[in-house]
Each structure stands twice: as structure tokens, then as C-alpha cells.
């Protein structure tokens, strides 16, 4: 049996390759692109394109493999309103859809997929539970949602396939929209919130969303969908606070009046000038907590990572990163732990 990991190069993808090859599973990585990693020479690596039917043909798949899609665009880089959905669909719908139909001819039928929290949209209920009304606010969320559709149908065909709903994923070694936050931090700038910041704005570890998508493949693929997110998350105010003196940055916390914020940050988009991606700044103000219980109790799965740990991380890892490279302001001291 083999464990293959399409997106294997990703975020959560290198993570998860790393737990299997650890624990002594036969690993293969297909991705767009190769890269360089501590547990290279122990996988296959096969290069494809998810976008492309016969890319995927490169992979040898077998009825008692078990595959895991970590492929997709996501909401970084920011993309005009005019070209969102040519960016997002190709990878993260139609790119299923390959997928599926690549297992499908070799009878592969086990799969793990991640989708996203923003397939929900505004918050509705709190914590948010799996069996809330899905309203995505935007191409991003839309793509996601369309691909559990998707899968709901191969389901009905024989396949066990165990979805997972994360919220934003972080930790070390991944920047998105964190990196403009971590340049106010150093710069001793004053760092601007949506809203007061007394909202708890969830997260969720790299390392508790690979710990998931293993522990969805021991108990045998459940053929429902997972919500994914730290416990006991703390307020953004706190978050950021705690964030500015660990850098012993002189920055300030800046809170505004969401309604206007968001109607200009609305009007940019209209424009094609965004400075944020609407299913990011829509809901910055809210209180967006999902309910992880099911994954707890069908899958025997905890988070095990604090928000505020992994925030810390993975701004030590960026100003590592720029201290290499010559880059970073020397009046700000990086505190280690």
C-alpha cells in the first residue's frame, strides 16, 4: 500500500510526508513543482498538474492505495475580482474532478480531501457545526464547496473519502497574508484591526491538520466532512498583543469601525484594486469558531497546537528568513524561546 500525496509539496502536504515516512509508509509526492526537503530521498517524487487528465496518469495508483488531495490555489496571492474564478477553478475543481476520475480507473477508491471553512461564509451560529448553511462569499469558498458536491456524488459510486474543513493554517513556514502583518510588527508600525479585536478568530496548526488527514486514514476513511480548528482560541486583541511583545516591537494596536473598513476595502475590489480578498475581510470582525467535536469523537483527533504558539513560530521563522538575507530592521529583537 502506498500513501500518495497530491500537493505533496505544499504546506500541509510536506507535513504529512514527513509523519508517514517517519513511521515507515511508502510515500509518493506528485506536485506542480519539485523542492527540496529533509525526507526527499525517502519518497517518489512525480511531478504533474492536476489541471491536465493525463499528467495524473504519471502516478501509478493501485486499488489499495490511499491517496490525499492537498492541491489548490488559495486566497494568496490577492487576486483582482476579474480573474478570480479562472484562477481558483481550474486547480480546485476541476483538478478534483481529475483526481477522481484518475482513482476511479484504477479502482483506487480512498481519499482524503481538504476543503476550506470558508465554505460557510458569514458566521451563523457559533460554534459553527458541519451541518450549517453553506454560503461562500466568493470564487474561493465557491470552488471548495462545489468539490464536496463533487465527492458527495462518488460517494454514492463506492468511494470512502473523508473531508476536511480547516480554518486559516499556520505555523512555521508559511507567510500568505501573515507576511504584511509581520512587516508592521517590524517596522514598529501600528497594526490595524477590523473591528475592535475582541473577537476569538480561530486558527488551526500545520501540524494538527496532517495529524487529521492520518487519522482519517486509521479509521477508515468516514464518508462525512470534517471541521479543523484550534481549541479555546484567543481573542485577536490578545493574539496580536502577545505577538508584538514577543518581537519587542514598539507597534501599537489600531482598532477601526468595521462598516466603514469593510465598505472601502469593498469598493477597492470593485474596482480591481484589492488590498485584501473579501472572504478574509468579511468575516475579520466575527466571531468564526467551528465545532471540532465530530473529528474528536469519529476520528480520536485532537489539536494539540495553541494560535498563539504557532503565530509566534511562524513569525520567528520570517525574521530568521530575513535576517539571512540582509533584509530585516535591525531596531527590532527577535525572542526566542
Known amino acids: 500500500m502506498k500513501h500518495i500525496i497530491i500537493g505533496g509539496h505544499g504546506f500541509v502536504g510536506q507535513q504529512l510526508a514527513a509523519n508517514l515516512v517517519k513511521d515507515g509508509h511508502q510515500v509518493v509526492v506528485a506536485d506542480i513543482e519539485d523542492k527540496q526537503t529533509a525526507h526527499a530521498s525517502q519518497v517518489e517524487f512525480v511531478r504533474i498538474d492536476v489541471t491536465s487528465r493525463s499528467s495524473l496518469d504519471r502516478v501509478t495508483v493501485t486499488p489499495d492505495d490511499v491517496v490525499y488531495n492537498l492541491s489548490a490555489k488559495m486566497l494568496s496571492p490577492i487576486m483582482p475580482r476579474a480573474k478570480r474564478r479562472d484562477f481558483f477553478w481550474p486547480v480546485n475543481y476541476h483538478g478534483v474532478a481529475n483526481i477522481l476520475d484518475w482513482m476511479d480507473k484504477a479502482n483506487a477508491h480512498r481519499l482524503v480531501h481538504f476543503t476550506t471553512d470558508m465554505i460557510y461564509g458569514h458566521t451563523h451560529e457559533v460554534p459553527t457545526r458541519e451541518d450549517a448553511p453553506a ?3 466568493g470564487e474561493y469558498g465557491q470552488s471548495k464547496l462545489e468539490t464536496e458536491w463533487m465527492c458527495a456524488d462518488w460517494r454514492t459510486r463506492g468511494f470512502d473519502i473523508s473531508i476536511f474543513r480547516p ?4 505555523g512555521p513556514g508559511r507567510l500568505g497574508i501573515l507576511e504584511k502583518l509581520f512587516k508592521l510588527i517590524d517596522y514598529n508600525l501600528p497594526v490595524p484591526m477590523i473591528g475592535s479585536g475582541h473577537n476569538p478568530y480561530q486558527f488551526i496548526s500545520v501540524f494538527d491538520c496532517a495529524s487529521a488527514a492520518e487519522a ?9 466532512s470534517y471541521n479543523l480548528g484550534s481549541d479555546d482560541p484567543p481573542p485577536v486583541r490578545t493574539l496580536l498583543r502577545d505577538l508584538i511583545n514577543e518581537a519587542g516591537s514598539k507597534s ?3 482598532p477601526t469601525p468595521a462598516p466603514l473598513v469593510k465598505l472601502t476595502l469593498t469598493t477597492l475590489d470593485l474596482i480591481n484594486m484589492p488590498l485584501m480578498d473579501p472572504e478574509q475581510y468579511l468575516i475579520a470582525d466575527e466571531v468564526c469558531i467551528l465545532d471540532t467535536t465530530a473529528a474528536k469523537t469519529d476520528l480520536n483527533w485532537k489539536p494539540l497546537y495553541r ?3 504557532m503565530l509566534k513560530a511562524a513569525y520567528r521563522e520570517y525574521r530568521a528568513s530575513r535576517s539571512k538575507s540582509g533584509a530585516s530592521p535591525t531596531s527590532v529583537a527577535l525572542h526566542r524561546q
Do not use: H, S, Y
Open 135 to 137: 454560503k461562500p462569499l
Open 167 to 170: 480554518r486559516l493554517i499556520i
Open 216 to 224: 482519517a486514514w486509521r479509521a477508515g476513511f468516514p464518508n462525512k
Open 252 to 254: 501599537i494596536l489600531l
Open 307 to 309: 494560535d498563539e504558539d
